[in-house]
Nanobody
Framework: QVQPVESGGGLVQPGDSLRLSCAASGRTFSMYPMAWFRQASGKEREFVAVISWWAGDFTDYADSVKGRFTISRDNAKNTIYLQMNSLKPEDTAVYYC?????????????????WGQGTQVTVSS
């Protein structure tokens, strides 16, 4: 089973920006909603953002990142992005991209069946 591959994580200071990428090859991913989740040390995995697959993309964001993060996708490149601005220490986590098991963009981890290995984002001064 092909997994998506995340990249772009790193160590940044509060207020900085990062752009995460998720390379998800082929038709397996291009016809499904894709989402970003994150998991901080000792905490449960939580929803960050989701984007539909259709033109005129539907997006949804967790309240904690709304206005700071932007999810987008380029189906021609089979890539999902998460632009993260005004980063805060509480954004520190491993970030995962995931493919929805169904056609409707949702927030629950249980709605996603294919996950990447994750990329670490650390926000610290």
């Amino acid at each position: 089973q092909v997994q998506p591959v995340e990249s772009g994580g790193g160590l940044v200071q509060p207020g900085d920006s990062l752009r995460l990428s998720c390379a998800a090859s082929g038709r397996t991913f291009s016809m499904y909603p894709m989402a970003w989740f994150r998991q901080a040390s000792g905490k449960e995995r939580e929803f960050v953002a989701v984007i539909s697959w259709w033109a005129g993309d539907f997006t949804d964001y967790a309240d904690s990142v709304k206005g700071r993060f932007t999810i987008s996708r380029d189906n021609a490149k089979n890539t999902i992005y998460l632009q993260m601005n005004s980063l805060k220490p509480e954004d520190t986590a491993v970030y995962y991209c995931a493919r929805s098991a169904g056609p409707t963009p949702r927030r629950s981890v249980f709605e996603y069946d294919i996950w990447g290995q994750g990329t670490q984002v650390t926000v610290s001064s």
